[in-house]
């Protein structure tokens, strides 16, 4: 390809609306452009990593016995209904109705599509198990859109779905992806970590989430410094702090607290530590309210409780419902004297003694308030997150935090959707069974956000090689040396026949600007053909991430190429 033939238009200055490097530098690299508010058109050299993305995840599908389909965007609002997503989905479900009146949305996920096509095509176990998968657009009304591809509203998936006849195929089905899901993001030449998920009322480790690793991911990743343990921060456990419930010789005293509400103000104004205050939180679910006590310094973990609970819906409760519950306002809420609702408390809470809580009064707190024996709550069980330093569930390791993006996710479904919308086949017996399903998604254009907030440097992007528009871009800076040109286009085409993809800017520009935009764009390895060196019969080639340079011979360039491109950044890459 040739630069001066290339829609590639390229910024000097950062965009205002984009706030994260991938974005910033996707627009400046003139690889995507912004359609309206979470909707994107992908350019030349933006279509062309993509494109990249998705070979990779279609080769390792493929190679792992998925068969490739494509299901229709829309969808109709009928199959919803049955699985009974159409009313718990929210407003990330675009609905509308077409000529007919008739209800559809457009697809943000796949489950009942193929459920629906499942169930009418397969009747027996000797066609099970059966793995389909799609790499298509999808939508969904995200409430905030933004970092540009990261969270689109219109963003490319690969969605994969797994059907079987056993527990046993089902969770043999789970491993055969989770492996090709390694093999795809190393493939992708990304440092990434695979961590546990939550998997809901399933249990179990059925559910991991690909994180690539990016100070920058919206993600925290929990890992233990000793033994292999790694979770998503909704999911990841501690160890229940050892001891008993705690009783200390302090006694409850009433203390004017007049405006302080917060644990940081409540911690500051008594001259006490926030982990010697008990958080009252009052939620409300669709089974009522609920109080949660936690730790001042710690945070409730809204899917533990969720879980424990069995309930989908939880919020923070209105300032009316705190006052008809506690008797006093928000912000003064506290664990004693409340009645008719259920009490959970984070195990760290019970063995806290003389501590702080909210008097339920407006502007007063308790002091010297110990759970162990003042406060009757119904469970103490896991209801927090983890913090850094906490220890690790499975050893006597030291959990840490770290951030990452999601970009990809495997989540063993169970029977969910076939028993609700009756895909059930005949098994061995000819008794009639549902099926038992997996999903497992991949963020396809998300992987190319990912890959730049990972790989990128002042000047611009630092594309792996697997995954960078080009590989190589050639440069001619003899100022329109016919000698150079020449040399330069025999570069390029002798790049090409290697089948490596090669870049010629042939434009009409200084070095300084050519080398600029070649380094914005992330090119692995830039090519210079200038007069000096090819006065020794030498070009220049430079690293785009080390940014070693060194002269090799013209009749070396396509070996040297392909070994800098093979031994890319293998040091980092997990
Ligand atoms: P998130 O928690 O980030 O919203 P999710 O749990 O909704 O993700 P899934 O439904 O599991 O995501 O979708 C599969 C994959 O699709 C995710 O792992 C992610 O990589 C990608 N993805 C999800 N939502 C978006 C989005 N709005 N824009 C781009 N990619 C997305
Ligand atoms: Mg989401």
Same mark, same amino acid.
């Given at each position: 390809?040739?630069?001066?033939?290339?829609?590639?238009?390229?910024?000097?200055?950062?965009?205002?609306?984009?706030?994260?490097?991938?974005?910033?530098?996707?627009?400046?690299?003139?690889?995507?452009?912004?359609?309206?508010?979470?909707?994107?058109?992908?350019?030349?050299?933006?279509?062309?990593?993509?494109?990249?993305?998705?070979?990779?995840?279609?080769?390792?599908?493929?190679?792992?016995?998925?068969?490739?389909?494509?299901?229709?965007?829309?969808?109709?609002?009928? @199959?919803?209904?049955?699985?009974?997503?159409?009313?718990?989905?929210? @407003?990330?479900?675009?609905?509308?109705?077409?000529?007919?009146?008739?209800?559809?949305?457009l697809g943000p996920t796949h489950e009942e599509v193929i459920t629906d096509l499942v169930r009418r095509e397969v009747r027996s176990y000797k066609e099970l198990p059966l793995n389909l998968y799609q790499i298509q657009t999808k939508f969904r009304d995200e409430i905030r859109p933004r970092f540009g591809l990261m969270r689109g509203r219109e963003f490319l998936m690969k969605d994969a779905y797994s059907f079987d006849a056993t527990e046993k195929g089902a969770e043999d089905s789970y491993q055969i992806m989770k492996e090709a899901y390694g093999k795809i993001f190393r493939r992708c030449s990304l440092r990434f970590a695979i961590v546990e998920a939550d998997s809901g009322p399933i249990g179990g480790s059925f559910s991991h989430e690909f994180m690539v690793l990016a100070d920058t991911g919206e993600d925290v990743i929990v890992s233990c410094n000793s033994c292999d343990y790694a979770a998503n921060l909704e999911k990841a456990q501690t160890k229940a702090p050892p001891g008993n419930k705690g009783v200390s010789g302090s006694s409850m005293e009433r203390v004017s607290t007049p405006g302080v509400?917060?644990?940081?103000?409540?911690?500051?104004?008594?001259? $006490?530590? =926030?982990?010697?205050?008990?958080?009252?939180?009052?939620?409300?679910?669709?089974?009522?309210?609920?109080?949660? @006590?936690?730790?001042?310094?710690?945070?409730?973990?809204?899917?533990?409780?969720? +879980?424990?609970?069995?309930? $989908?819906? @939880?919020?923070?409760?209105?300032?009316?419902?705190?006052?008809?519950?506690?008797?006093?306002?928000?912000?003064?809420?506290?664990?004693?004297?409340?009645?008719?609702?259920?009490?959970?408390?984070?195990?760290?809470?019970?063995?806290?003694?003389?501590?702080?809580?909210?008097? +339920?009064?407006?502007?007063?707190?308790?002091?010297?308030? +110990?759970?162990?024996?003042?406060?009757?709550?119904?469970?103490?069980?896991?209801?927090?997150?983890?913090?850094?330093?906490?220890?690790?569930?499975?050893?006597?390791?030291?959990?840490?935090?770290?951030?990452?993006?999601?970009?990809?996710?495997?989540?063993?479904?169970?029977?969910?959707?076939?028993?609700?919308?009756?895909?059930?086949?005949?098994?061995?017996?000819?008794?009639?069974?549902?099926?038992?399903?997996?999903?497992?998604?991949?963020?396809?254009?998300?992987?190319?956000?990912?890959?730049?907030? =990972? +790989?990128?440097?002042?000047?611009?992007?630092?594309?792996?090689?697997?995954?960078?528009?080009? =590989?190589?871009?050639?440069?001619?800076?003899?100022?329109?040396?016919?000698?150079?040109?020449?040399v330069a286009e025999r570069v390029y085409s002798n790049l090409w026949e290697a089948g490596i993809d090669t870049l010629l800017d042939d434009r009409d520009e200084r070095p300084g600007f050519k080398f600029k935009d070649a380094d914005l764009l992330g090119i692995p390895v830039r090519i210079t053909i200038g007069k000096k060196a090819w006065s020794q019969g030498q070009v220049e080639l430079r690293n785009r991430r080390t940014r070693e340079t060194s002269l090799v011979a013209e009749a070396d360039v396509v070996e040297t190429v392909k070994r800098v491109l093979k031994g890319w950044g293998t040091e980092s890459i997990s």
């Amino acid at each position: 390809m040739r630069m001066s033939a290339l829609l590639v238009p390229t910024l000097k200055e950062d965009p205002a609306d984009a706030e994260v490097m991938s974005h910033r530098l996707l627009l400046r690299a003139g690889m995507i452009r912004k359609l309206t508010s979470g909707i994107y058109s992908y350019l030349p050299l933006g279509y062309r990593s993509l494109r990249k993305v998705e070979q990779i995840v279609r080769e390792e599908m493929d190679a792992a016995g998925a068969q490739e389909v494509l299901l229709p965007m829309v969808q109709p609002g009928e @199959l919803w209904k049955e699985s009974g997503r159409w009313d718990l989905y929210g @407003l990330e479900l675009l609905r509308f109705k077409d000529r007919h009146e008739r209800e559809c949305c457009l697809g943000p996920t796949h489950e009942e599509v193929i459920t629906d096509l499942v169930r009418r095509e397969v009747r027996s176990y000797k066609e099970l198990p059966l793995n389909l998968y799609q790499i298509q657009t999808k939508f969904r009304d995200e409430i905030r859109p933004r970092f540009g591809l990261m969270r689109g509203r219109e963003f490319l998936m690969k969605d994969a779905y797994s059907f079987d006849a056993t527990e046993k195929g089902a969770e043999d089905s789970y491993q055969i992806m989770k492996e090709a899901y390694g093999k795809i993001f190393r493939r992708c030449s990304l440092r990434f970590a695979i961590v546990e998920a939550d998997s809901g009322p399933i249990g179990g480790s059925f559910s991991h989430e690909f994180m690539v690793l990016a100070d920058t991911g919206e993600d925290v990743i929990v890992s233990c410094n000793s033994c292999d343990y790694a979770a998503n921060l909704e999911k990841a456990q501690t160890k229940a702090p050892p001891g008993n419930k705690g009783v200390s010789g302090s006694s409850m005293e009433r203390v004017s607290t007049p405006g302080v509400k917060t644990v940081e103000d409540v911690a500051d104004f008594l001259g $006490v530590r =926030q982990e010697d205050i008990i958080k009252t939180l009052i939620f409300l679910t669709e089974k009522g309210p609920v109080a949660v @006590l936690t730790r001042g310094d710690h945070d409730v973990n809204e899917i533990k409780v969720k +879980n424990f609970l069995n309930i $989908v819906s @939880l919020e923070f409760a209105d300032a009316g419902l705190v006052e008809q519950v506690t008797g006093g306002p928000k912000g003064f809420s506290g664990p004693l004297g409340l009645s008719g609702l259920p009490m959970l408390a984070d195990h760290s809470v019970g063995v806290m003694t003389s501590a702080v809580v909210g008097a +339920n009064k407006l502007d007063m707190h308790l002091t010297g308030v +110990n759970p162990g024996s003042d406060i009757k709550v119904d469970h103490y069980g896991d209801f927090r997150c983890v913090v850094e330093g906490d220890p690790c569930p499975r050893c006597d390791g030291i959990l840490g935090l770290s951030r990452g993006i999601e970009v990809g996710h495997i989540f063993k479904l169970g029977v969910k959707y076939s028993e609700a919308m009756n895909a059930r086949f005949l098994d061995r017996d000819g008794v009639e069974t549902p099926m038992i399903m997996g999903c497992y998604g991949i963020g396809v254009s998300r992987i190319v956000a990912a890959a730049i907030e =990972q +790989n990128h440097d002042g000047d611009g992007i630092v594309f792996p090689p697997p995954i960078a528009p080009f =590989q190589v871009i050639v440069a001619p800076v003899g100022g329109k040396d016919p000698v150079i040109d020449e040399v330069a286009e025999r570069v390029y085409s002798n790049l090409w026949e290697a089948g490596i993809d090669t870049l010629l800017d042939d434009r009409d520009e200084r070095p300084g600007f050519k080398f600029k935009d070649a380094d914005l764009l992330g090119i692995p390895v830039r090519i210079t053909i200038g007069k000096k060196a090819w006065s020794q019969g030498q070009v220049e080639l430079r690293n785009r991430r080390t940014r070693e340079t060194s002269l090799v011979a013209e009749a070396d360039v396509v070996e040297t190429v392909k070994r800098v491109l093979k031994g890319w950044g293998t040091e980092s890459i997990s």
